[in-house]
């Protein structure tokens, strides 16, 4: 067959047809795709062992409860082989701590979706703050993104009957008080943004019907999305309407006492926080407030109320370095936590308020290439915080502490795998440009980090993602621990650009026309692993999901000659048509607009559906992708083994009905996923498909 350039607008796209999620034809092509997959690689004994022990894994008693700290109470969702759709419960923080919680069970999904015949999946819930009593619950049919929001009383542990109800749409619910909240839906023609989302928020009554709420604040049909958040914080209530221009873009609004919204004087590619009497302003780009230019990457604090009175004598608590830039921070009560990395190594600060400025203290650090994260705070009750710490070969372990106090262990997380012959390293590649490319290398016993003889000597399986300011930081996974390390595998983790691993400038160095920079930033790892002797070409593997999934896609036709196998998960591939398909209106900040001609002239040279060509060696690849996911459409997936199945090409593929963006919806399918692709690894690079 001919080389063809597949570069039109879609309209003679052969495989559109594949785009039509429900539609018979497209669905007659994925169960016959799946039930290919399953015959060619589930029989086999070892596919079953594989997935059992993934899922004993991930139905682990003994894993740590993810905490999420409201008033006195610890709220956690929770799913195992007795709850595969899960259940919501909290415990007091003394129940917490003991071996075996006393745990008052909220809502028990799977019980809900016996009574109510839906395939209920959790997406979360927003409690009623100050009294704690009441709760805002966002449920999913399948796992897509758009839900439904029910109001449940935590006191009679039942939904509110005639309470609020949200139809499924995507959403944004914020309480004001217990008879209003704010309501970004879908109200019909005109009321959503070209990326799918709310343009207006209405004030909705109890009482009342949604449909007759007042609008409290609209936006504009080309911003992503529109919301108005509610602080309740008492002496300090306050309203917030946010319209998302652009991904990286917003403009926030605080109410005038004439009903208008005056904007906030900050840069709208800037992040901003409200915190009791304090004003947070993360930078993107560099800022002159006053007489004053604050850098790029800079986080700056300020008292409300002078910000607002025109004043600009901004406090800089964090200042980026060549090596060093923030990740995220909290509040408790009275204190700031800046969680800041420092080649890719997490550090944690304390910054507290006085007379003097902000005075700093920096918590212990995990030690080695193990990271911490902030779990949780209450800052409606204090200065008291939950940490999480772990490693690539370090269980997780809770801490507890007060700023003022010491910081002590709650729950330590089981050990899935024996960790005791792995190492961790760090390496830095060198990119095409001559940029430093930092990643970590998890050596499993058997490979000995050496690309020598022996069934898994030099197997290595690699991962990145290189965009949405992302960082990737080190974290245990029983599940690679368990299916890849402990069979003897080494794992790479990239941290290329388009990340956020060094603040704003690694993220724009791979902004729309600069997106290949990440592409050779991964591929400046891959050789950089094959050059210091660790693995080879054959011997390598790597997967990513999301836009991790448009890398791999990138990896499979710029790069091939790297790699022996390749994954994708609910991949982003056709770039061409993906500002037209879900939310992908909203990512063209990210990549481009494919309808401008200057940037599908940059898009197209690396946009792997449209590079796809005949008589090329391409590894094996596997694509996963589901029907359920309503964020990247399964259309991509679908499209792109189409034509790499149309040349000839050794590419496999499996659609979930469920799953959503995760590709999954309860444990046992995720179980399921994972060891498709970790046995679709392994045996293609060590031969034995």
């Known amino acids: 067959m001919a080389e063809q350039d597949h570069d039109a607008a879609g309209d003679d796209d052969p495989y559109l047809w594949l785009e039509d999620v429900h539609g018979d034809a497209a669905l007659d092509w994925v169960r016959a795709s799946n039930a290919a997959t399953t015959a060619a690689w589930t029989d086999d004994p070892g596919f079953g062992m594989l997935r059992d022990r993934i899922k004993q894994v991930l139905d682990s008693a003994e894993k740590i409860p993810d905490p999420t700290w409201r008033g006195e109470y610890l709220y956690n969702f929770w799913q195992d082989a007795d709850h595969p759709r899960g259940v919501w419960r909290r415990a007091t923080f003394a129940q917490y701590r003991a071996a075996q919680p006393d745990w008052e069970i909220l809502l028990d999904l799977d019980e809900l979706a016996r009574v109510e015949g839906e395939s209920w999946v959790w997406k979360g819930a927003q409690v009623l703050r100050p009294a704690y009593d009441r709760a805002l619950i966002t449920l999913s049919r399948g796992g897509s993104d758009a839900a439904v929001v029910r109001e449940f009383d935590l006191t009679t542990r039942a939904f509110v009957p005639d309470g609020f109800v949200v139809p499924q749409a995507k959403s944004s619910v914020c309480w004001i008080d217990v008879d209003h909240i704010y309501v970004g839906t879908d109200f019909g ?3 959503l943004t070209t990326s799918g989302y709310p343009r207006t928020v209405r004030r909705w009554r109890r009482g009342t019907a949604l449909a007759d709420a007042p609008v409290a604040f609209a936006g504009e049909t080309d911003d992503v999305t529109v919301s108005v958040i509610h602080d309740p914080t008492p002496g300090y209530e306050r309203d917030l309407a946010v319209r998302r221009t652009e991904f990286f873009r917003s403009r926030t609004y605080l109410p005038r006492g004439d009903g208008e919204w005056e904007p906030l004087d900050v840069p709208d590619d800037a992040e901003i926080d409200l915190h009791r009497q304090w004003l947070l302003i993360e930078l993107r780009s560099p800022w002159q407030a006053g007489d004053v230019t604050h850098p790029a990457g800079a986080v700056l604090v300020t008292p409300v109320d002078e910000f607002l009175a025109g004043k600009r004598e901004l406090t800089t608590v964090f200042a980026p ?57 209450e800052p409606d009750l204090g200065d008291e915080f939950l940490l999480d710490t772990s490693g690539f070969t370090r269980p997780p372990t809770l801490l507890h502490g007060s700023v003022d106090g010491p910081v002590r262990p709650v729950k330590t997380g089981p050990a899935f795998f024996d960790a005791d012959a792995m190492t961790v390293r760090q390496f830095f590649a060198v990119s095409d440009d001559g940029t430093e490319v930092p990643y970590f290398l998890v050596t499993g016993a058997e490979s000995a980090g050496s690309a020598g003889s022996g069934s898994a000597a030099g197997l290595t399986l690699m991962t990145g993602y ?37 603040g704003p400038r690694w993220h724009t160095a791979a902004l729309r026309g600069e997106r290949p920079r990440a592409y050779e930033d991964f591929a400046a790892v891959a050789t950089d692993l094959v050059a210091r002797g660790l693995t080879t070409p054959d011997r390598l593997g790597c997967y990513g999901g999301s836009n991790g999934g448009l890398l791999m896609g990138v990896m499979l036709t710029r790069y091939p000659e790297l790699f022996g196998a390749v994954v994708g998960q609910v991949p982003l591939l056709d770039m061409r048509r993906y500002h037209k398909l879900l939310a992908g209106a909203s990512w063209m900040a990210e990549y481009g607009d494919p309808d401008d001609p200057d940037d599908w002239a940059f898009l197209r040279e690396y946009s792997p559906y449209q590079n796809v060509r005949p008589a090329r060696a391409y590894p094996p690849s596997l694509f996963l992708t589901s029907t359920r996911d309503d964020r990247v459409h399964p ?52 031969g034995q498909r």
Request: aromatic share 12%; hydrophobic share 35%.
């Open 466 to 502: 290189g965009g949405f300011e992302i960082s990737w930081t080190p974290a245990y996974s029983g599940v690679i621990g368990t299916g890849w390390l402990a069979r003897g595998g080494s794992f790479v983790v990239a941290n290329i650009r388009g990340g956020g691993e060094y």
């Open 321 to 377: 370095t060549e090596h060093t830039a923030f990740s995220y921070h909290a509040w408790t009560r009275n204190h700031l936590l800046l969680v800041t990395l420092t080649d890719v190594r997490s550090e944690i600060t304390v910054l507290t308020p006085g007379d003097d400025g902000w005075q700093r203290r920096t918590l212990p650090d995990a030690g080695g290439f193990d990271h911490t994260d902030i779990a949780d705070t």
């Open 635 to 686: 259309g991509h997936a679908r499209k792109m083994v189409a034509r790499l199945r149309e040349y000839g090409y050794d590419v496999t593929y499996h659609e979930n009905i469920e799953g959503g963006h995760s590709a999954a919806a309860d444990n046992g399918q995720a179980a399921f996923k994972w060891a498709l692709l970790l046995e679709f690894v392994r045996r293609t690079l060590t």
């Open 189 to 191: 023609e005109g009321t």
